[in-house]
């Protein structure tokens, strides 16, 4: 069975910082992977997802993520972040056959400082 | 389009006191979810229906039912509730199991 590890539980940036937040999956075969994000209040709402292909995915708001196989990781970047990326920031794993349905993580809290 | 809906937003029960939360999806997907999420352990799949006319067990069924009423519509079900099943819950769809999830606003769930 699939899993997947979010190891910062809450990440702190100033507005304007780059900001990366960490994903770490496990799956035997190529795994599909997904990134959403939860404003408070709300429910999530799909950021990117990797299937297949180019290893560096463009989503939306300016977010990207890379697929690095040799370190089984799925790490969301952003040069410059705003306050309204304030949220709940979810990465998820799936597999193709089987158990397909995706697997979450258990969140990072972002908090934007002024 | 209204994507996914859930009814009610907000619901107080006592211990034992049965309810159903219901869910709507428009966008013709077949792949239909229940989700918990409780602080600090994220989503957890509670059961989910692949299809019209099945449904599965998730991470954490016990104390829940569910009825896949039709391709739009999948309920679930407290039966008994306890002060345990407080949370919020959300339901998602997507048109297959490895597809983008879209979720409904959610319902938030407190147990007296």
């Known amino acids: 069975a699939q899993s997947v590890t979010q190891p910062d539980i809450h990440i702190t940036v100033s507005e304007g910082a780059s900001l990366e937040l960490r994903c770490n999956y496990s799956y035997g075969a190529t795994p599909y992977l997904f990134w959403y994000v939860q404003s408070p209040g709300q429910g999530l709402q799909l950021l990117l997802k990797y299937f297949s292909g180019d290893t560096l995915v463009q989503g939306i708001k300016g977010f990207e993520a890379e697929f690095k196989r040799s370190q089984s990781s799925f790490n969301l970047r952003k040069p410059s972040v705003h306050w309204s990326d304030a949220a709940e920031y979810f990465c998820a794993v799936g597999a193709a056959g089987g158990s397909y349905i995706p697997t979450f993580g258990r969140g990072t809290s972002l908090i934007v400082h002024p | 389009n209204a994507g996914v809906t859930q009814t009610p937003k907000f619901q107080v029960l006592k211990t034992g006191q049965s309810m159903t939360l219901q869910c709507a999806q428009d966008m013709n997907h077949n792949s239909m979810y229940w989700y918990r999420q409780d602080p600090g352990m994220g989503l957890r799949l509670i059961y989910y229906?692949?299809?019209?006319?099945?449904?599965d067990k998730g991470e954490v069924p016990n104390g829940y039912n569910v009825s896949r009423l039709n391709k739009r519509e999948f309920s679930l079900r407290l039966e008994s509730a306890a002060p345990s099943q407080t949370s919020v819950y959300f339901c998602a769809s997507s048109y297959s199991g490895t597809d983008t999830q879209y979720f409904g606003p959610g319902t938030r769930l407190t147990v007296l």
């Open positions: 229906s692949a299809s019209e006319g099945t449904t």
